[in-house]
């Protein structure tokens, strides 16, 4: 069966540029998140992985090769890993596909490696981008920029992504007070620590929602 994946960071986004050579004997994965999430901890990436590895999806288009990860590494991770399940990929941008008469495609590859290392060079020139500007806009007038903007927030699911770890220690560890889920949330490799007040945020929405 045919899959399509499509990935965009807010839900005031538009899926239709991604949507536009969909066609109607696939199944569709939406993820609304961040693109700095891993592709493996995407809620919908998740249940097409699930898929793919029962058998049901052998065919996964996507509408660009940046939609299967959050930097290079992590695409050419993704796109191994469909290589290895025998999923034909089709990128729509470049009119390629996986595979070819049964047998991996060598040009695929070559062209998907260096277009996912050139989204993440561009993704990371435009971070430096935002950074040198934010801290011109800081030095002219310290009062400019407050970091997110007022009004904004994330949706439960995105606050739950972020916060995955976390969710997995407080579920582990439900009888835990809120300092020692704190400081068993630490994760050196990712930068990752939770505070108190975040530990306790992540609990009343679990609370909520299960």
Known sequence: MKARYIRVSTSSQST?????KTHPDELLYIDICSGSIPFNERP??????????TGTINTLNVSSVD????????????LNRLDKDKVNVYIDNLGI???????????????TDVLA????????????????????????????????I?????TIDEVLTKHKLLVKIIKANPNL???????????????YKASPNTVKKIKAILDKTT
Do not use: H, W
Not at 44 to 53: G, H, P, V
Not at 142 to 147: D, I, L, M, V
């Open 44 to 53: 919908e990436a998740i249940k097409l992985n699930d898929a793919i590895s």
């Open 97 to 111: 596909c996986s595979i070819v008469n049964g047998k991996s495609n060598s040009i695929f590859k070559i062209i």
């Open 117 to 148: 290392n050139v989204a993440t060079m561009e993704r990371e020139a435009l971070l430096e981008r935002q950074r040198e500007g934010i801290k011109a806009a800081i030095a002219k007038n310290p009062n400019t920029y407050k970091g997110r």
């Open 67 to 78: 939609r299967l990860g959050r930097n290079s590494f992590d695409v050419q991770s993704t």
């Open 150 to 154: 007022k009004g904004t927030i994330d």
């Open 177 to 191: 007070s809120l300092r020692d889920l704190s400081k068993l949330s630490v994760d050196k490799e990712r930068n």
């Open 16 to 20: 239709r540029r991604q949507l536009a």
